[in-house]
């Protein structure tokens, strides 16, 4: 087909037939669908010059504020429910499956390894609270060996990460559960944040008036060799943000109360001299043969 004289629709085919000698046959089918769906959306909108000029600045200023620590391309699908809407396609388990939900911009590799019953929060501002948590197979057994990657943002809603002045991971780490399925650690009760609004994605929220709130959570991945991975979050119950969430992430099952205890002994042991909170939940993972 020449390339000669194209417009419109004949353009659209061309293009689409310089892709079709494309020996990989899922790529030649992403290919096709990005170029039949772009094509749509600038002949449906009319897309001026200084439109597509000022998206392609927005992307390259997106992809120019990622680093190792940050990830602004991660924050921009998860505020365009792409991120949930790909969660949706590939888990879709059943209950009792722990439902996944975004992964977010702010996980770090190389979180310290701890064993159960540590202090997550590495000084983070915040009221301690107590995670007792569970991992069981689809048919409610315990599950020990699998790694357990945890993270979460303080009382004043950041992420370590978020701060300059940190040298050392905070409120973040790797565990394993038990053989009885048990992991636990103490960290600081999750706070509602804003996700970040200093960058491209902080100006398209701007822009179209939207919240840039999420609820309560902590970070969850749970990993072993037979089960399909997870990533979750679970959320804090009474939360404001619930039914508002910036991401899209909340689902029913991930949300779960939080306790406020006086001071005491708490269930690990722990002699408390100061309020604090706990919280527990069970992580069912899926056999990796079920999708
Ligand atoms: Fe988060």
Known sequence: MSTRNLEGDSLTQAVLASFAGTPDDRLRQLLGAVVEHLHALAVEVELTEAEWAHAIDFLTRTGQMCSDQRQELILLSDVLGLSMQVIGLNHDSPPPVTPSTVFGPFFVEGAPQLANGQDIAGGAPGEPCLVQGRVEALDRTPLGGVTIDVWQADDEGLYDVQYSDLDAPRDRAQLRSQDDGRFWFWTVKPEPYPIPEDGPVGELLGASGRSPMRPAHIHFMARKAGYEELVTHVFVAGDPYLDSDAVF???????????????????????MSSTYWTMRYTLVLAPSDTN
């Open 249 to 271: 992430g909340v689902r029913t099952p991930l949300i779960t109360p939080f306790e406020r205890h006086q001071p005491g002994t708490a269930a690990d042991g722990t002699e």
